[in-house]
């Protein structure tokens, strides 16, 4: 019984340290993977007892908290992986806690959070009580020779081996020893240097004529969450094919064509502002940091560069609740968030107002003006948000979106069923989608008379819980328009005509930038 205790022990404090998330749950597995810090931790342990100086109790327990804190970190390290699609990056992530947890608290139920948070601490309790009838076991062994041996033999056996995995290269996904923890911790520190160092590159030249969309109302909609998984990912695919064919169908009967691309996403699963920066200056902005030095600069944008061409600019901002400083970086002549839309419907999701709506709001607001010049609207959608549920019903009288009962009440009862099902979000993120798709289609339709060159892109891949482990940061973009010559120039410079695009993707999303303004004009 000694023995079982002693491995018992060793088993729970290796298993803290190396267990691997159970995709795509928040929930963990272990699969006998082996930790070096715990074997360089016994190791240390069994010399200072070989020498007369066992662990006092309050080392054991300094101990248990700190491999408790390692957990909480292996913990981060692996989920972040693994559901939203990158490693953790505490320099960039921790600033955005309280927005997302001010976002869960809109959507989820009271009852629901206070229960998570009540679990959470119950876990951690549980966590470092086990951490430390651990330490307490393994201070007891350390003090018996033939178990100190034992114990001092497996350490030196695993840093050995560890050691031998080095030296041929060592793979940590088919090695038996996962990445140290410490090397996570490590890792932010290191993330936090580089940050603070980083030097922009200068601005790509912006002076095109624009002269072949002259007259043109140009929309670039960012299409939150639509990322090649709506392509690669087959059981999503399958079930977008017939949102998908009305889409092109809508294209067709408004004598429209389109091209499609793939271009490379600076982000992934979320930070949508990261997408709409890098294409917008032509610069790619991988983290909040860079996105901060860059709006203290006066840099050339798109925004810019069609209002010297005499198009009016737009910021269509659904999303936006707050006052927006960095709008002034762009350049717009006028920004729409969600208080001037004023939408007065029933809400969807975290941000609220369904994109529907905005479009139509943007009609009353600007298109429908008598006399106007042509425009450059930058509308970064919602209503793919996650969690993708409910999603807003499709309204095919789009004058009842502008209505404080946009919806009939069978349908707003139907949409609102749909609640987000935390253990697998592709059926919310294909209903999502579906619904956009039907929106931007629906939108051409109801203007079918109009000369609109439209380029519908995402901003990023959903969260890794959609796109799936180790999946590509390749989103598609679209251009849609009735000027034949332009898809042309389009497909001269890769893209290929239809909705589906090819892979290799175009490059990074920054790089678009200049294409476009040079499919567009001189």
Request: aromatic share 10%.
């Amino acid at each position: 019984m000694r023995w079982i205790g002693l491995f018992a022990a060793l088993v729970v404090l290796d298993a803290a340290l190396t267990f691997v998330n159970l995709w795509p749950t928040p929930a963990i597995s272990w699969h006998g993977g082996v930790s070096v810090e715990l074997a360089i931790a016994l190791l240390a342990l069994c010399g200072a007892a070989w020498k007369g100086r066992p662990p006092s109790k309050t080392t054991m327990r300094a101990l248990a908290g700190l491999w408790t804190v390692l957990a909480i970190g292996r913990y981060a390290d692996v989920t972040v992986a693994a559901l939203y699609g990158r490693p953790i990056n505490l320099y960039w992530d921790l600033r955005f806690i309280p927005d997302v947890v001010a976002m869960v608290t809109r959507v989820a139920a009271l009852a629901l959070i206070l229960a998570c948070v009540a679990g959470a601490a119950i876990v951690l309790a549980l966590l470092y009580r086990l951490m430390r009838r651990s330490f307490d076991r393994l201070a007891t062994a350390l003090v018996r020779p033939d178990e100190r041996r034992t114990v001092a033999a497996l350490a030196i056996a695993a840093i050995a081996v560890f050691g031998v995995d080095c030296l041929k290269g060592r793979n940590p996904g088919a090695s038996i020893f996962p990445d140290p923890v410490t090397f996570t911790y490590a890792r932010q520190v290191r993330l936090m240097t580089l940050a603070a160092a980083a030097h922009l590159p200068a601005s790509p030249p912006m002076g095109s004529d624009l002269s072949r969309v002259k007259n043109a109302d140009v929309y670039l909609v960012f299409v939150e969450s639509y990322g090649a998984v709506s392509f690669d990912r087959q059981d999503v695919s399958d079930r977008l094919i017939p949102s998908r064919r009305e889409f092109e169908a809508a294209i067709a009967d408004t004598h429209r064509g389109v091209v499609s691309a793939y271009v490379e996403s600076p982000t992934f699963g979320g930070s949508s502002w990261l997408a709409h920066l890098s294409l917008l200056s032509g610069i790619e902005v991988r983290d909040p940091e860079t996105n901060a030095k860059l709006m203290t600069e006066h840099r050339d944008t798109l925004v810019r560069a069609f209002g010297r061409r005499g198009f009016r600019t737009i910021a269509l901002m659904p999303g936006m609740r707050t006052r927006w400083p960095e709008g002034a970086f762009y350049g717009y002549d006028e920004i729409y968030g969600a208080e001037r839309l004023g939408y007065h419907g029933p809400p969807f999701g975290w941000f609220a107002i369904p994109d529907e709506f905005s479009l139509e709001r943007l009609d009353a607001l600007e298109v429908r003006r008598s006399s106007r010049p042509p425009l450059f609207v930058v509308f970064p959608t919602i209503s793919t948000h996650f969690p993708f549920s409910p999603t807003p019903p499709y309204q095919r009288d789009w004058t009842r979106m502008l209505s404080d009962q946009p919806y009939d009440d069978a349908a707003l009862a139907n949409a609102y069923l749909r609640v987000p099902d935390w253990t697998d979000f592709a059926p919310g993120y294909i209903e999502s989608m579906a619904y956009d798709f039907a929106t931007i289609g629906g939108y051409l339709r109801a203007h079918a008379d109009r000369d609109i060159v439209m380029i519908l892109l995402g901003d990023h891949q959903p969260a890794a819980a959609v796109s799936g482990v180790d999946a590509s940061w390749d989103v598609p973009v679209h251009v849609i328009a009735n000027r034949r010559e332009l898809l042309d120039r389009f497909v001269a410079h890769g893209f290929v005509r239809g909705l589906t695009p090819a892979r290799p993707s175009l490059g990074p999303m920054n790089t678009l930038a200049s294409t476009l303004l040079d499919v567009f004009g001189s």
